[in-house]
Every structure is written in structure tokens, then in C-alpha cells.
């Protein structure tokens, strides 16, 4: 029963997300707002929208391993299995934008989130620093995007006036949309937090075990679904800046309203400081030298983004289950993997650059 209303959760997080999505992109067109901002907020951060809705419940219903398990999980799974999945569908042009501006806001909302845990705690200053910034993030993206929009207004014409008569007969339905959606993914996160929990206490594993695998998994789906669509139809930059927004969001936004209403400020355990929040920061650092160099993320990267994605994800089940053979595997991944992927990509790297010179 408890693994039914545990998919059941996931199923309701996902319609909300899509009805709310849908929805507030048909209003913020209605009203004109900016095309670059739509697709840079209200579809990545509305794929993020049941991880808001998970990370609030459960901040306000005083379990803040599952809150701060779920942002740091989803993180490292929309770069290492999303981007990895749609890399082997197609290689995924990185836009000069991503990597100028929106990866470098991503490592550095990371490397903040983990200094600001280093002492065990988000506290209510520090989820409204977080929030500041991420109100800075938008401002900047409204200010970047007027000239662009101003120039596609003008260029409508006639038909972009017919355009908005269009969508203005469906502003009700929107509306709807938007508020059903909003109810799917309060019910939805409820029926997660509490459905999970229950999980981790009949498994006998921790709940930031569970907020790192199975409700990141879970609330990451609207992005994969997007992702996977997006790489297949060959919206690459889509794809990509979905995951990158996405990220942002989850730090900036999610951490700052969760750190900010939790009662006595978000606790972060000593293994989500000292193992899960830095392999997260490494995750998004790794995304610049990848993205940088060839602009690319090739086939054989995606692989191995996937194969770090299983690496994390056994690594946690070794943990939990106080296996034997989690020291070795540390080791091994922490001496010879991760250094011979890093040698790896400055070598292509080196070899791109090489071959741009001449």
C-alpha cells in the first residue's frame, strides 16, 4: 500500500507540473512577457515545480533529510542521468549563453549551498540569502531578454495581435490549468514525503537515502520527460538549458524557501556535508570543462555521465546497507575513475583546441 501511494505521489507531481507548466506558459504570452524569459524560468522552473512542493512539506513537516536529500539528488541526477540519456539519443550543442552565464550561476549557487551546510544548518538568513540571489538571477535574465523580445514584438506585426486574441479566449482554461496544477502538487508532495518516509523506516535505510534516490528520482521526472523529448526533436539547447534552469532553481529557490520556513532552519546531516552536497558541487564544476570545450556534450560523454550516475547511486546502496566493500569502491573511484575521466577530457580537450588552430 505504502509503495502504491509512493507512485501514486510521483504520478500526481508529474500531471501537476505538466498542467502548470502549460498553463503558465499560455498566461506569460498573453501577457507578453519576454519569449527568452518563458523558456528560461517558467519551463525549467516549472519542471522543478515538484521539488518545491516535496522540499517545502517535507521542511515544514520537520524532515529536512528528505527536503535537503531531495535538491542535492535531483541536482546530481539531472546532469549525470538526464544530460547523460539525451547525450546518447544526440550530441547536445551548448550554447555560448550556458556557458558565459547560466553554468557558472550554477557552480556558484552550489559552492555557496555547501558552505553555507558546513556547520550542520540552513538557517533563515541564509535560505533568505539564497532567495536574494535568486531574485538577482531573474532580474538579470528580464534585463538580458527585453532587447530580443522588443525585437521579436516588432517583427509579429499584424499576426502576432491575432496570436494574442488567440490566446486571450483560453485565458480561463490556463488559469484552471494552473490552479489544478498547483493542487495536484501539493496532494502529490504530500502523498510523497509522508509515503517515502514510511519507505525508509520499513527498509531500515536513512531518510536522505530516500530523498536521494527514490523522491529526487521521482520529482526529476517532468525535466527527464522534457529533456528526452527536447534531444530527440533536436531542441539541444533545450535540453540542456532545462537542466542548467532547473538546477538554479532547486539551489537558489527551493533551498532559500525551505531553509526559510522550516522552524528551527533546515538541518543537513554530516553525510549530506561531508559526501552528497560536494559530489553535487563537483557535478556541476565538471559541466564547465565539458561544456567549454568542443560545445558539445558528446555520445561517449553522455556514457559517462551515466556511468557516474550508477557509480553514485551504488555507492549509496553500499552505505546504506554498511556493506564491506564501500571503502574499496571509494577508494577506487576516488583514485583511478575520477582522475583517468578528468586526464580523459583535457586530452580531447587538448586535441579540439589543436585542431581549431589549424
Known amino acids: 500500500m505504502t509503495a502504491a501511494l509512493l507512485l501514486l505521489g510521483i ?39 515538484p521539488e518545491l512542493a ?8 520537520g524532515q529536512p533529510d528528505v527536503a535537503v536529500g531531495n535538491v542535492v539528488g535531483s541536482n546530481i541526477f539531472n546532469v549525470l542521468l538526464i544530460l547523460g540519456l539525451s547525450a546518447l539519443l544526440v550530441p547536445l550543442r551548448i550554447s ?16 555557496v549551498v555547501l558552505a553555507m551546510a558546513w556547520n550542520g544548518t540552513l538557517g533563515r538568513l541564509e535560505g533568505l540569502l539564497l532567495l536574494g540571489g535568486f531574485v538577482a538571477y531573474l532580474a538579470y535574465l528580464y534585463v538580458g531578454g527585453r532587447s530580443i523580445a522588443e525585437a521579436a514584438v516588432g517583427a509579429e506585426g499584424v499576426e502576432g495581435t491575432d496570436r494574442s486574441t488567440d490566446v486571450s479566449a483560453g485565458l480561463a482554461r490556463n488559469i484552471v490549468a ?28 536513512s531518510e536522505l537515502m530516500i530523498g536521494l534516490t527514490i523522491v529526487a528520482a521521482g520529482t526529476s521526472l517532468p525535466e527527464l520527460a522534457t529533456s528526452i523529448v527536447a534531444a530527440a526533436r533536436g531542441e539541444r539547447d ?17 533551498l532559500g524557501v525551505a531553509a526559510t520556513i522550516a522552524p528551527d532552519g533546515l538541518a543537513a546531516s554530516p553525510a549530506a556535508v561531508t559526501f552528497d552536497i560536494p559530489v553535487m558541487t563537483a557535478v556541476a564544476v565538471l559541466c564547465l570543462p ?8 558528446a555520445r561517449w560523454q553522455g556514457g559517462v555521465f551515466l556511468g557516474y550516475y550508477v557509480a553514485y547511486t551504488v555507492y549509496l546502496a553500499l552505505d546504506a546497507t554498511d556493506h564491506g566493500a564501500l571503502p574499496e569502491f571509494g577508494d577506487a573511484m576516488l583514485f583511478f575513475v575520477i582522475p583517468l575521466t578528468l586526464l580523459t577530457l583535457m586530452v580531447i580537450a587538448l586535441r579540439d583546441r589543436s585542431g581549431d588552430d589549424s
Open 238 to 254: 533545450i535540453a540542456v538549458g532545462n537542466v542548467v534552469g532547473s538546477n538554479i532553481f532547486n539551489l537558489l529557490a527551493i
Open 290 to 297: 565539458v561544456f567549454f570545450f568542443g560545445g558539445e556534450i
Open 178 to 205: 494552473i490552479v489544478a496544477g498547483l493542487g495536484l502538487l501539493v496532494f502529490g508532495s504530500r502523498l510523497l514525503v509522508v509515503s517515502a518516509s514510511d519507505v525508509a523506516t520499513q527498509l531500515g535505510v
Open 54 to 61: 516535496v522540499s517545502t512539506e517535507a521542511a515544514l513537516s
Open 96 to 111: 555560448a549563453r550556458l556557458i558565459r552565464i547560466d553554468v557558472p550561476v550554477m557552480i556558484a549557487a552550489s559552492t
Open 11 to 49: 504520478f500526481l507531481l508529474v500531471l501537476g507540473a505538466e498542467l502548470l507548466v502549460r498553463g503558465a506558459s499560455s498566461v506569460a504570452f498573453r501577457f507578453r512577457v519576454p519569449p527568452l524569459i518563458v523558456g528560461l524560468t517558467i519551463v525549467a522552473f516549472g519542471t522543478s515545480a
